[in-house]
Antibody, heavy 119, light 111 residues
Framework: QITLKESGPTLVKPTQTLTLTCTFSGFSLSTSGVGVGWIRQPPGKALEWLALIYWDDDKRYSPSLKSRLTITKDTSKNQVVLTMTNMDPVDTATYYC???????????WGQGTMVTVSS | QSALTQPASVSGSPGQSITISCTGTSSDVGGYNYVSWYQQHPGKAPKLMIYDVSNRPSGVSNRFSGSKSGNTASLTISGLQAEDEADYYCSSYTSSSTLEVFGGGTKLTVL
């Protein structure tokens, strides 16, 4: 059974750096074709694709946020970490991590973690 | 503004069929068979309903089906049930540097 869980601060101040950790089980990020992605959703708004890391360390970022995002993986710990610099109130959202199997879709999602950006 | 265009809302009565459209371009929906659909109930994480345009993951009801024509993908739900009331999002591979884009979401109301 595949599960993912996001963790990190619930409140960050403007200009601070956000670090979110996705801890997963039931699969290995060293398996060919597998990836883990990050998606966010501001309150009452649509999903927004942020970043994705594949088993071979291939990394993809949203062009509009690329300068602020870094995604890394620790295969031994079954974790994927997303950092976002220079946080702003518009970054207030629920942040999800999700499993990318060998097909082009996110088949299992974490429960999400709400992050509020406020001074 | 989302890269893929979906109607803001659709509605239907129990037992009826509805279709939700997802319009992109030849650089995404029209160019590749990598369209997915997600269902999201309030306060819950999205759930994958369709991948690769028309494939259903194990456990998803066969009342849900997907198709594509040109630059528009569609999700059809037949035999509407109250539990189908939710937000639905499409996504697609894109040849731009984004890799993947979501639609703006469609709120389905079961009357």
């Amino acid at each position: 059974q595949i599960t993912l869980k996001e963790s990190g601060p619930t409140l960050v101040k403007p200009t601070q750096t956000l670090t979110l950790t996705c801890t997963f089980s039931g699969f290995s990020l060293s398996t060919s074709g597998v990836g883990v992605g990050w998606i966010r959703q501001p309150p009452g708004k649509a999903l927004e694709w942020l970043a994705l890391i594949y088993w071979d360390d291939d990394k993809r970022y949203s062009p509009s946020l690329k300068s602020r995002l870094t995604i890394t993986k620790d295969t031994s710990k079954n974790q994927v970490v997303l950092t976002m610099t220079n946080m702003d109130p518009v970054d207030t959202a629920t942040y999800y991590c999700a499993h990318r199997p060998g097909v082009f879709a996110f088949d299992i999602w974490g429960q999400g973690t709400m992050v509020t950006v406020s001074s | 503004q989302s890269a893929l265009t979906q109607p803001a809302s659709v509605s239907g009565s129990p037992g009826q069929s509805i279709t939700i459209s997802c319009t992109g371009t030849s650089s995404d929906v029209g160019g590749y068979n990598y369209v997915s659909w997600y269902q999201q109930h309030p306060g819950k994480a999205p759930k994958l309903m369709i991948y690769d345009v028309s494939n259903r993951p194990s456990g998803v009801s066969n009342r849900f089906s997907g198709s594509k024509s040109g630059n528009t993908a569609s999700l059809t739900i037949s035999g509407l049930q109250a539990e189908d009331e939710a937000d639905y999002y499409c996504s697609s591979y894109t040849s731009s540097s984004t890799l993947e884009v979501f639609g703006g979401g469609t709120k389905l109301t079961v009357l």
